[in-house]
């Protein structure tokens, strides 16, 4: 079973939140409600020109501000029993961090129902979100606000 290999951004703010997408049922992938932005990273394509492409398609909009944070892998655990996703496959996360600005406020969402602004503490909740961005936001989170 091949490694998917994604690259997202986690755009926040000074006041401890994320932008999330809110999946929609044409997007949801492996069953979740909310997710990062960001997607599949193609042949040929390093995972920032990957993450580019996606924004460009998902959100008419590429920060001008993309810092790498890291590569997190986890194993995918659907939650619904149709998805694209089998259990126990592996997905290979590079991960980079965008503060938000007034640009984000004219971006066009173009998949997902739409974007929300979230507590990080409620995305380390895990409530809706794939398990493997619980591990990963922690540690985004003790990164941008010094805290665990």
Not at 36 to 60: D, H, M, N, S, V
Not at 66 to 91: E, H, M, N, W
Not at 95 to 108: A, E, G, H, M, Q
Not at 114 to 139: A, N, Q, R, T
Request: net charge positive.
């Amino acid at each position: 079973m091949p490694e998917i290999k994604v690259a997202i951004v986690v755009f926040y703010d000074k006041e401890g939140n994320v932008f999330v997408q809110e999946r929609g049922k044409d997007v949801s992938k492996t069953g979740e409600k909310y997710g990062f932005w960001g997607g599949r990273i193609e042949k040929r394509e390093t995972p920032k020109q990957a993450l580019k492409r996606e924004l460009k398609e998902e959100l008419e909009f590429v920060p001008k501000k993309l810092d790498f944070f890291g590569i997190f892998s986890y194993k995918l655990i659907p939650l619904k029993r149709k998805t694209v996703c089998s259990l126990g496959q592996k997905a290979k996360c590079w991960i980079f961090l965008s503060p938000v600005n007034r640009d984000l406020s004219k971006v066009k969402i173009k998949e997902g129902k739409g974007m929300l602004k979230m507590k990080i503490d409620k995305v380390i909740k895990g409530k809706g979100f794939p398990i493997g961005s619980v591990e990963f936001v922690k540690k985004v989170k003790k990164q941008l606000y010094g805290k665990d």
